[in-house]
């Protein structure tokens, strides 16, 4: 089961450590990105799930309704790009539902599905699981299962969809992001800095190699042109800006040669009755 995902940011976001939230100040470059990718998938007739970030939907509202237009999953991926483990319960709630209620009255449906920037629902801060539930999420796709820049769920075990069994006694599906055991290390190639990284050759192995595979990707991950923010630190520039100029060629043949699906088709295709119950 090959899923596809983006997360629908502009190129700026990708600064995790200034919390520099002023954003108006930068050059807007998402409406080509968005573009770019959705004409590459109308002519495939495939169907991903967006993950939008609210500031998205009230500064640029176009964005998400041409997505909506060409009939794709619309999913909430905070208000600001703020990591999870930042806030406590209250502000988590808080941020979550200004985005998805700002994603909502621009698609006119639920917005069911969720994941956290930088995958920053970890062991430390499950409670987001209770909040996203309360919120009415079915979906959730925020748990990345090994170490992590930024803590990680090392004790999920396999990567694979599984139901979360929560405290309050709810039920979230989850879609984790899966990996490939590396010379000893864990890594994300289906999505992000590894993806453009690694030769296509690697990719497609890998991915042939994985019964379940969820990409994700950005619209900064195909714009060679983009500016460089030089105030983070080397390792960081280094995963946000290697393999820019060959990106998009890749993720075309990444399509070409495999098919996929939206979280809601995936969904609608799993027997849940045998899937892994983690109560967390």
Same mark, same amino acid.
């Given at each position: 089961?090959?899923?596809?995902?983006?997360?629908?940011?502009?190129?700026?976001?990708?600064?995790?450590?200034?919390?520099d939230?002023?954003?108006?100040?930068?050059?807007?470059?998402?409406?080509?990105?968005?573009?770019?990718?959705?004409?590459?998938?109308?002519?495939? %007739?495939?169907?991903?799930? $967006?993950?939008? *970030?609210?500031?998205?939907?009230? &500064?640029?509202?176009?964005? @998400?309704?041409?997505? #909506?237009?060409?009939?794709?999953?619309?999913?909430?991926?905070?208000?600001?790009?703020?990591?999870?483990?930042?806030?406590d319960?209250?502000?988590?709630?808080?941020?979550?539902?200004?985005?998805?209620?700002?994603?909502?009255?621009?698609?006119?449906?639920?917005?069911?599905?969720y994941?956290?920037?930088g995958?920053?629902?970890?062991? %430390?801060?499950?409670?987001? $699981?209770?909040? *996203?539930?309360?919120?009415?999420? &079915?979906?959730?796709?925020? @748990?990345?299962?090994? #170490?992590?820049?930024?803590?990680?769920?090392?004790?999920?075990?396999?990567?694979?969809?599984?139901?979360?069994?929560l405290?309050?006694?709810?039920?979230?599906?989850?879609?984790?992001?899966?990996?490939?055991?590396?010379?000893?290390?864990?890594?994300?190639?289906?999505?992000?800095?590894?993806?453009?990284?690694?030769?296509?050759?690697?990719?497609?192995?890998?991915?042939?190699?994985?019964?379940?595979?969820?990409?994700?990707?950005?619209t900064?991950?195909?714009?060679?042109d983009?500016?460089?923010?030089?105030?983070?630190?080397?390792?960081?520039?280094?995963?946000?800006?290697?393999g820019?100029?060959r990106?998009?060629?890749?993720?075309?043949?990444?399509?070409?040669?495999?098919?996929?699906?939206?979280?809601?088709?995936?969904?609608?295709?799993?027997?849940?009755?045998?899937?892994?119950?983690?109560?967390?």
């Amino acid at each position: 089961m090959n899923i596809l995902t983006f997360d629908i940011e502009d190129w700026y976001n990708c600064d995790f450590i200034s919390g520099d939230f002023d954003w108006d100040k930068y050059e807007v470059r998402i409406y080509k990105g968005i573009d770019r990718i959705l004409e590459e998938l109308d002519k495939r %007739k495939v169907k991903g799930t $967006f993950f939008c *970030l609210g500031w998205i939907a009230e &500064k640029h509202p176009d964005v @998400i309704k041409k997505i #909506d237009s060409f009939g794709h999953h619309i999913g909430c991926h905070s208000y600001q790009h703020e990591l999870a483990f930042r806030f406590d319960a209250r502000g988590f709630k808080s941020d979550t539902e200004k985005s998805k209620k700002l994603l909502e009255d621009l698609v006119g449906r639920e917005v069911d599905a969720y994941r956290a920037p930088g995958f920053s629902i970890t062991e %430390k801060n499950t409670w987001a $699981f209770e909040v *996203l539930s309360e919120l009415g999420f &079915k979906y959730d796709c925020s @748990i990345f299962p090994s #170490d992590h820049d930024y803590g990680g769920f090392p004790s999920f075990g396999r990567a694979e969809p599984v139901l979360l069994q929560l405290g309050n006694g709810a039920v979230l599906k989850e879609f984790p992001i899966n990996m490939i055991n590396f010379m000893g290390k864990d890594l994300v190639f289906s999505g992000g800095g590894f993806f453009r990284l690694f030769p296509y050759v690697l990719i497609k192995k890998w991915s042939r190699q994985s019964p379940y595979l969820m990409t994700y990707f950005h619209t900064r991950d195909f714009d060679p042109d983009q500016p460089m923010i030089e105030s983070l630190p080397l390792m960081r520039k280094f995963k946000s800006y290697v393999g820019l100029k060959r990106a998009f060629s890749k993720f075309q043949k990444y399509l070409n040669d495999f098919d996929f699906l939206n979280i809601q088709q995936a969904d609608s295709m799993m027997d849940w009755g045998t899937k892994r119950v983690v109560k967390v």
